[in-house]
C-alpha cells in the first residue's frame, strides 16, 4: 500500500482507517422511529462532486427508509462505492441531518470517526487523486457493477496527526479551497464576457459610423477595461494563460 514508507513529521503516525474509523456501522439496536416521521434521505445524485457537499437532500417518511437503505449518522463520512461515483470524489461528511441521522443509497461506504480524528480529516483524505486512483485499482465486480470492497477501507493507512493540529490542516485546505473557486468563478466571469464580444462588435459595425480609427480605438479600450484583472498577480484568476490568449484574439479582431 502507497505511503506507508514515507516519513511523517513528529507526533504523526500511520493508522489504519478500520482502527481510527468504524466502517459500515450497524443501525443501534433497538433503533426505532414513528413511520411517518421525517427522514433526511441522500441519494447518490445529491452528493455534489466538486465541492464534496451534500448539495439537494430529500426529506421522506421514515415509512420509506426503515429497510434496504443504508443508515447514518452526523458527521459519518460518506464514501461512494461503486464505479464511476468513487472516481468522481463523490465523498461527503453527513451533516445537518433530521434529528442527526439520515439513510442513502446501499452504494455508500459509511465511516464513523473515532475520537482521533476529524471527520474533514477522512474526507479530504478519501477525496485525494491518490486514493482514488488506488482505490479503483482494488474495486471488485458484483451484479454486473464494480465497487470498492469494505476490507480495503478497514486496512488503508492513513497518516494521524494530533486533533489539533488535524484541525489547523484541514481549516487551511478548506481556505485554500474557497480561494480556487474565487478565482475560478472569476474566470467564468471574464468568458462570459468574452462570449458577449462579437454581438457588440457587429452592433458596432453595422452602426454606419465613419470614424472607424476612434471606433476601434474606443472598443479596444473598452475590452481592456472589461478585462482589467482586479485579483494580485500570484492569484489563479490572473495567471489564467486561457483568459490572455482569448483576450488577444478578441484585440487583433478589433483592429
Not at 62 to 91: Q, W
Not at 124 to 139: D, G, N, T
Not at 173 to 181: A, K, M, P, T
Amino acid at each position: 500500500m502507497k505511503g506507508t514508507t514515507q516519513d511523517l513529521p513528529a507526533g504523526c503516525r500511520w493508522m489504519k482507517l478500520g482502527e481510527v474509523c468504524k466502517i459500515n456501522p450497524s443501525r443501534p439496536k433497538g433503533f426505532s422511529r414513528p413511520l411517518d416521521a421525517p427522514a433526511t434521505f441522500v441519494p447518490m445524485a445529491a452528493v455534489d462532486d466538486k465541492t464534496g457537499t451534500i448539495a439537494n437532500p430529500g426529506v421522506v417518511p421514515y415509512s420509506k427508509v426503515v429497510r434496504d437503505y443504508t443508515y447514518f449518522e452526523e458527521n459519518d463520512v460518506l464514501l461512494a462505492k461503486i464505479t464511476p461515483c468513487m472516481e468522481n470524489g463523490k465523498h461527503v461528511i453527513a451533516r445537518n441531518l433530521i434529528e442527526r441521522i439520515g439513510f442513502g443509497t446501499t452504494e455508500f461506504h459509511v465511516l464513523r470517526p473515532t475520537n482521533e480524528i476529524l471527520p474533514e480529516w477522512i474526507c479530504y483524505f478519501v477525496r485525494q487523486p491518490e486514493f482514488l486512483h488506488e482505490a479503483a485499482a482494488h474495486f471488485t465486480r458484483a451484479v454486473g457493477q464494480q465497487r470498492v470492497p469494505e476490507s480495503l477501507m478497514s486496512s488503508y493507512p492513513i497518516p494521524l496527526p494530533p486533533v489539533e493540529e488535524q484541525g489547523r490542516i484541514t481549516t487551511k485546505i478548506r481556505g485554500l479551497l474557497q480561494e480556487v473557486d474565487r478565482a475560478q468563478a472569476a474566470c467564468e466571469s471574464q468568458l462570459q464576457i468574452i462570449d458577449a464580444l462579437p454581438p457588440a462588435i457587429l452592433r458596432k459595425a453595422f452602426k454606419g459610423d465613419n470614424k472607424q480609427d476612434l471606433s476601434n480605438s474606443l472598443a479596444r479600450q473598452e475590452v481592456q477595461r472589461r478585462f482589467a484583472c482586479n485579483c494580485s498577480e500570484d492569484s489563479e484568476c490572473h495567471k489564467d494563460r486561457s483568459k490572455s490568449m482569448q483576450l488577444h484574439h478578441c484585440l487583433q479582431f478589433i483592429r
